[in-house]
């Protein structure tokens, strides 16, 4: 007669259930459980966590784009607006290095308005608002339509106390842009400009459902 095989699997053999535990005592393996092995809790995610991934994300995709002014933007507002993120934020400070270790060499001479914007951002994290405006003013009259530098020279100015130049310059970067309205709705450097009316219509207003801009891919 031949012998009788023992169940097994990929992790080895099965070991039998123990006969002298009763039926109902047993761990339930549904997620239901049962009166005596309730259901385990899953922990829900942090209150901002879905939004602060989104922002490190969008971070990402313009560093990746080299857009390294607007990706320093975004990562840094990852560590200010989410402090409790403490995982997320070892990744962001690798990539805000890279930024740095990108653009600081042109730093000292920018040539172009990304440049300059870049430029502007280490005057502003250093403190030295007139410089970061003379590189703003300049970046915005060589390329109008670049909507982070109209941003970030609405935020120096607010910084400065020129409210009445900075709202249109605001409004204009997120005409530009609707994911400017995004960041000006929790920026603490345009918190003054948040008086305005303008600026609050604007910061109410629900940006446009994006498109995918990807090409179909050709079926042969």
């Known amino acids: 007669m031949a012998k009788q095989r023992r169940a097994s699997s990929r992790f080895g053999r099965v070991k039998p259930a123990d006969p002298s535990v009763a039926p109902d005592a047993r761990p339930h393996q549904r997620n239901g459980g049962s009166a005596q092995n309730p259901p385990v809790a899953v922990p829900l995610p942090r209150a901002g966590h879905v939004e602060a991934v989104a922002l490190y994300e969008e971070g990402l995709a313009a560093l990746q784009a080299h857009e390294f002014a607007r990706a320093s933007t975004l990562l840094r507002s990852v560590v200010t607006r989410y402090p409790e993120e403490r995982e997320l934020h070892e990744r962001v400070r690798l990539y805000l290095n890279v930024c740095e270790r ?9 040539s172009t308005p990304e440049e300059r914007v870049f430029a502007a951002t280490l005057a502003v994290n250093a403190g030295n608002y007139d410089e970061a405006l003379d590189h703003l003013r300049t970046a915005s009259s060589e390329a109008p339509d670049h909507d982070h530098a109209l941003y970030m020279l609405a935020a120096v100015l607010a910084l400065r106390d020129a409210l009445d130049e900075a709202v249109p310059l605001l409004l204009r970067a997120i005409e530009l842009n609707p994911d400017n309205r995004t960041l000006a709705r929790h920026d603490p450097d345009l918190e003054p400009l948040r008086e305005f009316d303008s600026v609050r219509a604007a910061l109410e207003a629900i940006n446009p ?5 990807r090409k179909p891919l050709r079926r042969r």
């Open 209 to 213: 459902p994006k498109t995918d801009r």
């Open 102 to 110: 990108h653009m600081a060499p042109r730093a000292a001479s920018p």
